[in-house]
């Protein structure tokens, strides 16, 4: 018992670094503004639960909270679970705890508080959140980038919040607001970004909860795609994560099925574990993935600098995902982007492939494959978004993610699911492609942008933190089948030992009675059940003495 509890606090250790959101490794070009715009204004619908979401250069997306009666601009996160602020909130509560939250980029530290929350029409009178006094670590300045804050919108095991406070307080805040619903069928929330620098986009970034954006109904009629779920152990690494189809989940630029194998062990064969997370930048994928996308683009180069590939920016390229049989289509603007200002080695502009190969969000207990973020999810509407396919995926599409039974104290025994619908027409988007790279001239069919042969597809190298990371990997995502072979052999061992102990008591009884035997059959008296006393000194006899009557004469 005790190799077991050190095993789940060893496993539980590894926990400190699986919130995934907020990675970028270099910086992305913003407008010149000495006043960002932070505050948004409230939604022009008049259907409750819809707040309008802010977007910085198609990296960052935030909307509104109100926290002591203070109004914080804050990144919507699918892919953590804690609530967390910077500066000053009126009235809070000190609860005497302290935390730091580990992201793919950056900390978050600082005391434990509760306040007032209210988000729209939602409101919680005692919501926990981390205070947080210093974000130097992070690799650009949140506050200039248009938020002060976090809302992690992850199931709730994942907070660590929760984990550090008892009691109800401590429960993540989406969480809270659904234990207010008097069904548990209404226990999901949506989320639409909107994609800047498209001239043929009419989308508008909303987020809700409860509601379906109007106009977006049909969401809820596209298949329902289950949410994977983790090992009870390590539920605290519990993400938003879904299936790609089997064995065509990713069509590549040649229109061809990517070929991959997953690192998740339980996966089925021919088919990715991805998450959706709308608070990572670029979508991560493995290694493989990215190097099918890029590595036969002319021009293309890797980047030992960003660790991703560069490519000419008038290079369109086609990528479609698949997921629950309706396939997404990645808008090209979101494939590669113009918005980081980097180079080619000759100092020629160029722009940055976004699906990166997976590395500072690797999942080192096996956990998911890739993570779609918000370049997929402004592709298509969903009921769930949460994937290392980042920003891409929530920015295709309309996500809606239910929580099934993932809310605590609920009754609801459904589990939970995602439901996306397509934001990205392919035809437009082209024309869209062909405006903003190419100047409206349409090229894309050009020998220069023409495809290498796969015979001479370029291979981005490995890096050995990479590969070290990859063979602890395949260890520790394997703890299931180790543990249960270890106790196979512990089992096995006591039940020899017993067995080994049984066997020789049963042969030294066989041992004595064949010793009796023999014994009796020599008419040995010294033996037998009615042997002499050993070592007996006495030489007292047993004397019969006849019995006299008594009686008398009359």
């Given amino acids: 018992m005790r190799s077991l509890l050190l095993l789940h606090s060893f496993l539980l250790s590894l926990f400190s670094i699986s919130a995934l959101a907020v990675s970028i490794p270099f910086a992305v070009r913003t407008a010149d503004h000495s006043e960002p715009r932070r505050l948004l204004p409230r939604q022009s619908t ?332 402004t592709n298509i509407s969903s009921n769930s978004c949460h994937s290392l396919l980042t920003v891409v995926l929530v920015r295709n599409t309309y996500t809606l993610i239910n929580f099934g039974d993932m809310v605590p104290g609920s009754s609801s025994t459904a589990n939970p699911y995602a439901q996306l619908l397509s934001l990205t027409n392919e035809a437009a988007a082209v024309n869209d492609f062909i405006n903003v790279r190419l100047n409206g001239q349409d090229l894309i069919n050009s020998s220069q942008y023409a495809l290498l042969p796969a015979s001479q597809e370029q291979h981005s190298p490995e890096t050995a933190a990479e590969k070290k990371a990859q063979e602890e990997e395949e260890v520790l995502s394997r703890w299931p089948y180790i543990l249960a072979g270890c106790l196979l052999v512990f089992f096995i061992l006591v039940g020899f030992c017993i067995w080994r102990c049984c066997c020789r008591k049963k042969r030294l009884a066989r041992k004595q009675a064949a010793k009796q035997k023999a014994a009796l059959a020599a008419g040995d008296p010294s033996t037998g059940p009615y042997a002499r006393l050993d070592n007996s000194e006495s030489t007292a006899s047993l004397v019969m003495k006849p019995m006299e009557a008594s009686y008398t004469r009359h």
């Fill in 46 to 377: 008049n259907v409750s639960g819809i707040v309008p979401v802010g977007n910085t250069q198609n990296a960052f997306y935030y909307s509104n909270i109100t926290l002591g009666g203070r109004q914080i601009s804050v990144m919507l996160d699918t892919g953590s679970s804690d609530l967390w602020v910077t500066g000053s909130v009126p009235g809070a509560q000190d609860t005497g705890d302290s935390l730091t939250l580990s992201y793919a980029v950056g900390n978050a530290a600082g005391d434990i508080h509760t306040a007032p929350f209210q988000f729209d029409n939602y409101s919680v009178q005692d919501q926990a959140f981390l205070l947080v006094t210093n974000t130097s670590s992070f690799s650009t300045n949140i506050h200039s980038e248009g938020y002060d804050g976090l809302i992690g919108l992850g199931p709730n095991s994942g907070s660590s919040i929760y984990n550090k406070l008892s009691g109800n307080s401590g429960t993540n805040a989406i969480s809270r607001i659904f234990q207010q619903n008097s069904s548990s069928d209404n226990n999901y929330i949506t989320l639409m970004l909107n994609r800047n620098g498209d001239p043929g986009s009419q989308i508008t970034g909303q987020f809700s909860i409860s509601s379906i954006v109007p106009g977006f109904e049909n969401v809820t009629s596209q298949p329902q795609i289950a949410i994977e779920k983790v090992y009870k152990l390590t539920n605290k690494d519990q993400h938003w994560q879904i299936l790609t189809d089997k064995d065509n989940g990713i069509i590549g630029p040649d229109g061809q099925p990517i070929q991959y194998s997953s690192i998740v062990p339980k996966a089925p064969s021919g088919q990715l574990v991805a998450v959706l997370d709308s608070g990572f930048t670029l979508p991560q994928v493995p290694r493989a993935v990215s190097d099918a996308i890029y590595g036969r683009v002319q021009g293309a180069e890797w980047s030992t600098s960003t660790q991703a590939w560069l490519v000419p920016c008038g290079q369109l390229i086609n990528l479609t995902l698949n997921f629950g049989g309706q396939s997404y289509p990645v808008h090209p603007l979101d494939v590669s982007s113009s918005d980081f200002g980097v180079t080619f080695s000759n100092g020629n502009p160029a722009c940055l492939g976004t699906f990166q190969p997976i590395s500072s969000a690797f999942s080192l207990l096996g956990e998911y494959d890739m993570i779609l973020g918000m370049a997929f999810c």
